[in-house]
């Protein structure tokens, strides 16, 4: 595979492990995207993203379904539908909703986010929810909203986990969102459906473009009402489109074809641990189809250097980098990137 040089090398990229959101859609999916049946889905005159509205939403057992440009503009709707000016919303520490949406509920919607302590999983616990609910007072914003995310940085909240979190949520009258960003890599993960997490919750965002390889979009599920006003808010951003039924075509694809292969990413990830398990000084946390790996850290900047130099990339991040796999990661790809992790530590 030889693709554009992205983060600067000048060298053939021959396997990018830096997100699963990179993935190009296949002939297959192009094809369908061609030939879909489209019409003006702010008229929601749409049939092919009706199509994939109604079969989102009977997947996750909710009402409606909402389709919208990112999985961000997705969860914004989504926690405005819940929040109105000054109201305030819990969150994990980590979640992709309060480090990586560019603050848009309190900048655009005046939603207060509360960050919650998190473990190593990710994880908080219904004590915590509890704790972090405001008393009614005049000082206090009004919590209105727990905010979850699954799976959480890879890791899978057990449907009785989020369960509690939601039971805990439910003694003080909040709703529950969820980002479910990667919902798909859980329920395969976990072999249940994501009907199991959505009963919990009100609202739930559902992405097409990270393990599921659509170019883009995201739909957003949940109760009537709440799709409504998602829906009044989708068109206050600026994210009513027209004849998008050619990019919902390229999601009806990915749920026909590329779920239950989500397995296969799976697998890669945990291959990929096995083979730096045995590397001295390595910490490699694996979740689902992410891997966190940790080197020394004196040994941070060659070893990035090393696995360029071999046309691999990843979330260079330090201390930690991050290793996802995906629909354009095959077996080959895998042995790469521990070959090149056992030839870097051989010779240290
Ligand atoms: C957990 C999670 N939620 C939401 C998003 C936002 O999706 P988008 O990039 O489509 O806005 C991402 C993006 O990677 C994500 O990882």
């Not at 914004?76 to 000016?85: A, E, I, P, Y």
Request: aromatic share 4%; glycine share 10%; net charge negative.
């Amino acid at each position: 595979m030889h693709q554009s040089t992205p983060m600067g090398t000048d060298r053939p990229i021959r396997a990018d492990f830096r997100s699963d959101t990179i993935t190009r859609a296949t002939t297959a999916m192009r094809d369908a995207m061609a030939s879909a049946e489209v019409g003006d889905d702010v008229y929601d005159e749409d049939p092919t993203v009706r199509a994939l509205q109604e079969r989102l939403a009977a997947m996750a057992g909710k009402e409606a379904g909402l389709f919208l440009s990112s999985g961000t503009q997705s969860n914004l709707v989504g926690v405005l539908s819940h929040c109105g000016r000054g109201d305030e919303f819990l969150i994990g520490r980590t979640s992709h909703v309060l480090l990586n949406e560019a603050g848009g509920a309190a900048a655009l919607g005046s939603a207060i986010p509360w960050p919650i302590e998190v473990d190593e999983t990710n994880h908080f616990s219904a004590d915590d929810v509890r704790a972090a609910v405001k008393e009614p007072d005049q000082h206090h914003p009004v919590t209105t909203l727990l905010s979850l995310e699954n799976t959480a940085n890879g890791h899978v909240q057990s449907v009785d986990h989020v369960g509690s979190l939601a039971g805990a949520a439910r003694e003080h009258g909040l709703a529950v969102h969820l980002d479910g960003a990667r919902l798909f890599n859980a329920a395969v993960a976990a072999g249940v459906g994501i009907e199991a997490w959505a009963a919990h919750v009100d609202t739930v965002s559902l992405c097409l473009s990270k393990g599921l390889g659509a170019p883009i979009g995201s739909v957003l599920v949940g109760d009537r009402a709440s799709i409504g006003r998602a829906h009044r808010l989708r068109k206050m951003l600026g994210g009513g489109m027209r004849q998008v039924g050619h990019l919902a075509a390229a999601g009806l694809y990915a749920l026909d074809h590329h779920v239950d292969r989500l397995a296969e990413d799976h697998a890669r990830a945990g291959h990929i641990a096995a083979g730096m398990s045995g590397i001295d000084g390595l910490s490699v946390v694996h979740a689902t189809n992410m891997l966190w790996v940790t080197p020394p850290a004196e040994a941070h900047s060659a070893l990035v250097d090393h696995l360029l130099a071999d046309g691999i990339l990843a979330s260079f991040w330090a201390p930690t980098m991050r290793f996802v796999t995906h629909l354009d990661i095959d077996d080959t790809q895998a042995d790469l990137v521990v070959d090149s992790f056992t030839r870097f530590f051989d010779g240290a």
